[in-house]
């Protein structure tokens, strides 16, 4: 299967309407995602100015996106992704909560990146470069880096490859959608040095790992690996 058609796989898992419901079920009715977010996502948010431009990138159904404009009141929130299905469950949320500090915009992240005009203090991407290729990964973090204001920081949650032993870099995968089997969805799994390298050669400094274990049955591979990065005032 050819590489280019690993996005539409993905896309087109998740816009449809049981994948998307069931997803919204999880992360909002039943919030499983809220040990990882206050105990994560909420500590690098807690390092990031009070003022300033937050992405969520691959938000999904925007959970993140949402806790995000909770917690940073002062600051502006823009999810993206590319699921029109699953940003009209992050819209209907956002509605509840009533958040004028937060947007959503449906766009895959490689475009995004290379044509946003937009200059975050820091950057999510929570699973959502389990998404991409090798060489999407790389045109992704290029871009980011040049977006991200001076001393901003990015936040990359990702799955963990522990079953590649000869090999530095992390396998690819194929498999039913966890929620229907129906629909095909891809998967790309890291080796800690693997994205560290990514990172590094994009000229993030400063890059912190931190490992995430999850007991949940809906997930696929429950050992993830999060990295934060930084772009030094120079």
Known sequence: M???????????AY???????????????????????????????SEL???GLILDLGCGNGQHSIYISKIKSNCDVIGVDFSSTMLEYAEQEKEKANLCNLKFICDDIISFCKTTNYNPVGILAVFSF???TRTEIKEVLNSLYKILLPNGRIFIAVHEDLQTTSSSMGRYEIVPEIYD????????????????????????????VKRLHTNRNTEINNEKICFIGQKLNV
């Open 15 to 45: 816009s449809n309407p049981i994948v998307a419901k069931k997803y919204y079920d999880d992360f909002f009715r039943n919030d499983i995602f809220l040990c990882d977010r206050q105990n994560y996502v909420g500590e690098f948010i």
């Open 2 to 12: 050819s590489e280019k058609t690993y996005g539409k796989l993905v896309q087109k």
């Open 130 to 132: 389990t998404c991409l």
């Open 49 to 51: 100015p009070s003022t």
């Open 181 to 208: 089997k129906s629909e095909t969805q891809f998967y790309k799994y890291f080796k800690e040095n693997e994205m560290i390298k990514y990172l590094e050669d994009a000229k993030f400094n400063n890059v912190v």
